[in-house]
């Protein structure tokens, strides 16, 4: 996968503390872009069911109940 360069602003403190503790902030960073994507993802997928619900399908009722002989 591609990687692109980005800057963020990090409170000193907390970027020191990272640094004391040796955690990886761009590792870190990283992962966390990846969960509040996949969050935002789902928040979507959720609206989107809300604003139009899936409805009953009698097709499908009917294809179940053919089942294997």
């Known amino acids: 996968m591609a990687s692109a360069r980005t800057t963020f602003t990090?409170?000193?403190e907390l970027a020191t503390?990272?640094?004391e503790l040796?955690?990886?902030i761009s590792a870190a960073a990283r992962q966390g872009v990846a969960d509040a994507v996949r969050a935002a993802l789902a928040q979507a997928?959720?609206?989107?069911?809300?604003r139009q619900p899936e409805r009953g399908d009698t097709f499908w009722t009917e294809a179940e109940a053919w089942g294997e002989p």
């Open 10 to 12: 990090l409170d000193e």
């Open 45 to 50: 997928d959720r609206e989107a069911y809300l």
């Open 17 to 19: 503390r990272a640094r």
């Open 22 to 24: 040796g955690v990886n």
